[in-house]
């Protein structure tokens, strides 16, 4: 199996998370061709060229032009801030590159379909950094619902809550202005959600929507005054899924006490599945079967019958983390290049998340139900 050159544009949270990712697929899924960290950028040249250093790559540029360019690089990784997104990933693909991008895809819906369609065109393949559905456990919970366990699914609630920016005092940043971030919670974190209720309970047909600016000034970090949060800190949604059950979505990036709380119920028609991403590695489980007074909620542990899980780790139990479901998202992606069936989220399906938490601020500002899918 050839290997696979790896080009990463961006060093910070998940320009880490990719370049850990990529060292260890080989290593740790076996089956999977070996990426071969080639170039790495960012900004000043001395942060790039320390950070392939620490990362491993051979070689290290302040150009992400050169980058996509470069003839060693099969795939572009991009994991710089939202508003870089499209631009890197139209010249990549322009470029002939594979390219694996960080969500949210753009800032706009229409950067998503732009980006989706040269994808497309070119006949390039991509990946868009869903990990959260990567997870065992959320496989496994696809699987109990294909296979009956909880009937047939009628309701979802899911949830998406962090607090990083609860405290009003936190100093203001890129992520509060549109033309940088574009959406607030629903693109840093509600798309995540989506990705979830889509793996679920399939398209979202239409919803009506709600959101908020809770802290609507910060102060600047150079201590001029406070600038204007732009964008929203809080959004809840009533989705109706085209399969006809309906849905609650809702996040909150100024949600106290809430570091990574993702999580879902799934409501079937003879039982419940829960999960929540602070407790990764477990599912909860009701079936309305037995004696009632033994119905419970029982408690599933992710382990080596789980999917990917005991490429890990033999033994049940030890657990899975964040970015061991980055190692499996690398992993499918390298996959894919080398003739591997797709698996996505490629542009073309991750706009169909994207499509959702932009129809649900749609939905808010305009104070209507909005048709996502025809
Ligand atoms: N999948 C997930 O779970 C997840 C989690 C966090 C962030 N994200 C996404 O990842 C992206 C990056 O977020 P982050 O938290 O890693 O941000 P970050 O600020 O930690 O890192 C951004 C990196 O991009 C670099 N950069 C900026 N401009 C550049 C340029 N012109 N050329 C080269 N490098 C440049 C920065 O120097 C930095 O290294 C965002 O789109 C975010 O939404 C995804």
Redesign the pocket.
């Known amino acids: 199996m050839r290997d696979i050159g790896i080009g990463l ?7 880490k998370a990719h370049a850990l990712a990529f060292r260890a697929a080989r290593a740790v899924l076996g089956d999977v061709p070996a990426a071969r960290l080639e170039l790495l ?3 000043p040249a001395e ?1 790039a060229k320390q950070m392939a250093g620490q990362f491993g790559f051979a070689r290290a540029t ?1 150009d ?1 032009r050169a980058l996509v360019c470069d003839p060693a690089v099969d795939i572009v990784s991009i ?4 508003r ?2 499209c631009e890197m990933a139209l010249a990549a693909i322009e470029a002939g590159k594979h390219v694996y991008c ?3 895809m753009g800032l706009t819906l229409d950067e998503a379909r732009i980006m989706a369609e040269a994808a497309r065109k070119a006949g390039v393949r991509t990946m868009v ?4 559905i990567k997870n065992p456990a959320f496989e496994h919970a696809r699987k109990l619902i294909a296979d009956n366990a909880i009937g047939t699914p009628v309701h979802f609630r899911g949830f998406v809550d962090e607090d990083y920016q609860a405290d009003p005092e936190i100093a203001w940043t890129w992520r509060a202005r549109i033309e940088d971030a574009g959406l607030g919670a629903l ?2 974190l509600g798309c ?1 959600l989506v990705s979830m209720a889509y793996g679920l309970m399939g398209p979202v047909e239409s919803l009506i929507a709600d959101m908020q600016t809770i802290h609507k000034t910060r102060p600047l970090s150079n201590g001029s005054g406070r600038g204007t949060v732009e964008n929203e800190d809080v959004a809840s949604a009533l989705v109706r899924f085209a399969g006809g059950a309906q849905g609650v979505l809702s996040t909150s990036r100024s949600a106290w006490g809430r570091k990574n709380r993702l999580g879902f119920e799934v409501h079937g028609t003879t039982g419940m599945i829960v999960f929540e991403q602070e407790r990764m590695n477990e599912l909860q489980l009701y079936r309305n079967e037995g004696p009632a007074e033994e119905q419970g909620f029982r408690t599933i542990l992710t382990g080596p019958a789980h999917g990917a899980y005991g490429a890990f780790c033999p033994a049940p139990g030890h657990q899975l983390g964040f970015n061991d479901l980055k190692v499996l998202e690398a992993g499918t992606f390298l996959r894919e290049i080398v003739g591997g069936a797709r698996i996505g989220p490629d542009f073309a399906e991750a706009l169909e998340f994207e499509k959702v938490i932009h129809a649900i601020a749609l939905s808010a500002r305009e104070g209507r139900r909005v048709t996502v899918r025809e």
């Open positions: 544009i961006g060093t910070g949270f998940m320009g950028c960012d900004m942060r302040d992400w994991t710089t801030p939202n870089m997104h960080e969500k949210p950094g869903y990990n959260y693109g840093d995540h």
